[in-house]
């Protein structure tokens, strides 16, 4: 059973909010184009600008987003949603309020569910719901002013919000990417951070165990998952050290410089109360039937979750492995194409999760850039599996097929000799030089030394040239001893 982990004997207490940048063409309330990178303005039409005389349209595929992530959390769909007019003046806001929603979300409750190592986690969600982006305050190259580019305003947005259930930086991390993941995986969202598809608010308070929830400060804006870890962490030294130090903590948005790795004030927290919400009066209720909620589960593809449950019941896979190998769509074929191909699931599991995923974090390719096609890998675990190389032999061939040595598995086996002996007198031969030429380490090793036996297996390994069964080299080894 696990338990509440203290820092300095304080129970941190996490929340989330995340903008998830949502997959339309056009923005969510105007037929301007999302697409990044444009020139400044360029990409933005009258609706955006907020000019006298224009109205919102409602974004039809904005709102199939939002019930794809409903139906992926297990969520409520709200038949009839509200949206509001989210009152606050920046120079990148035009109106001067934000359409977003309040009182009456679209996606109500869920849970996203994630392993952090070995041990199953869950998050409860509050809501997620539709809302427009702002635009961008650009300050680098206007010598002391301030340039405004709306090519931003208006981009579709699901403001994904979470209870306060994450108890350490490490477990809210991990709450991100299993979020990231999710959204990527159905389609609703790119999930590139560095242009800010998908951005992280975390809410982070401390408390003594038992005590009320603390006053939480908003660390804004967390576009990577490392810099998301370096600045909950330093936020919980700064509030414990308030506290300790007798200062009170006040609400209040902050930022994290990735530079020093400390958060800085930005201002004063709002509460939802001075944004001065009210139902926009120039958007209707938005209307979502059963059938159109029906139509897109049919149209949903397996679920992380679901095809993890799959990988534990189909291939008898410990559920840490199946929720690995389910982090990506990519990842999830890659293992059934070789599993498939070699009949050796569990084995498959352990070269992908190691050899496998460690090639691919080296050279920063994805499964689909990898060199080492699912059939070769299948063949090369079936050669393990029927004892024709060993573990070792196998690494050497599978270090070939990623340089790109062309030729089949067997074929590479071959030309580097790596097939295991299966004469076992040729063994035995190997066996008996190697003991007459160590007659201390037998002698150790009859005496029930076993680094004076491993001495002698690795010998025989080396006379062998790494063609001998280690298996069977130990057994005879044991026979001969005796």
């Known amino acids: 059973m696990s338990t509440t982990p203290l820092v300095q004997g304080y129970e941190v207490v996490i929340g989330f909010e ?35 005389g224009t109205l919102p349209v409602m974004n039809r595929q904005a709102v199939v987003c939002a019930i794809r992530l409903g139906l992926a959390l297990g969520a409520r769909i709200a038949p009839v949603s509200v949206f509001a007019r989210k009152n606050y003046f920046y120079p990148d806001l035009p109106k001067g309020y934000q359409i977003s929603q309040f009182e009456l979300p679209v996606v109500q409750g869920g849970a996203v569910e994630f392993f952090l190592g070995n041990e199953k986690k869950s998050v409860r969600l509050v809501r997620a719901h539709l809302e427009e982006d702002a635009g961008k305050s650009l300050h680098e190259d206007f010598f002391g002013q301030s340039g405004i580019d709306l090519n931003r305003a208006g981009t579709p947005l699901l403001e994904i919000v979470t209870e306060p259930d994450m108890r350490s930086s490490e477990e809210a991390v991990a709450y991100a990417r299993e979020l990231h993941k999710i959204v990527t995986w159905i389609g609703i969202c790119d999930g590139n951070m560095q242009e800010g598809s998908f951005r992280c608010d975390a809410n982070v308070s401390v408390r003594q165990p038992g005590q009320a929830l603390g006053t939480r400060r908003e660390i804004k804006n967390l576009n990577s998952f490392k810099f998301m870890q370096q ?6 030294r700064w509030q414990i050290a308030q506290i300790e130090d007798g200062h009170p903590i006040r609400q209040a948005t902050v930022l994290f410089d990735p530079d020093s790795g400390e958060t800085r004030a930005m201002r004063t927290k709002e509460d939802a109360a001075d944004y001065r919400y009210f139902p926009d009066p120039d958007l209707p209720p938005l209307y979502i039937s059963e059938q159109m909620v029906q139509e897109q589960r049919a149209l949903m593809v397996e679920l992380p979750r679901s095809m993890a449950a799959r990988f534990v019941a189909q291939y008898g896979l410990p559920e840490y492995d199946a929720a690995t190998l389910t982090q990506s769509q990519a990842m999830a074929a890659y293992f059934e194409a070789v599993a498939g191909g070699c009949g050796q699931p569990k084995l498959t599991s352990n070269w992908i999760m190691g050899e496998f995923s460690r090639r691919l974090n080296a050279d920063g390719i994805g499964v689909a850039q990898a060199p080492v096609a699912p059939a070769q890998l299948a063949a090369l675990i079936a050669r393990i599996c029927d004892a024709t190389i060993s573990n070792n032999a196998a690494r050497q061939v599978f270090d070939a097929l990623w340089a790109g040595q062309a030729g089949e598995v067997d074929a590479i086996i071959d030309a580097k000799g790596l097939r295991q002996m299966s004469d076992s007198s040729a063994l035995e031969q190997i066996i008996d030089a190697v003991l007459a030429a160590n007659a201390d380490h037998v002698a150790q090793s009859r005496a029930g030394k076993d680094k004076a036996f491993h001495a002698l297996v690795g010998q025989v390994m080396k006379a062998s040239k790494g063609q001998a069964n280690p298996q069977q080299a130990r057994d005879l080894l044991r026979v001969k001893l005796q």
């Open 18 to 52: 995340t903008h998830a940048q949502l997959c339309t063409r056009s923005k969510i309330f105007s037929r301007a184009s999302t697409a990044f990178g444009a020139a400044p303005n360029t990409q933005a039409c009258a609706v955006d600008l907020a000019l006298p």
């Open 231 to 236: 600045a909950i962490d330093y936020e919980i």
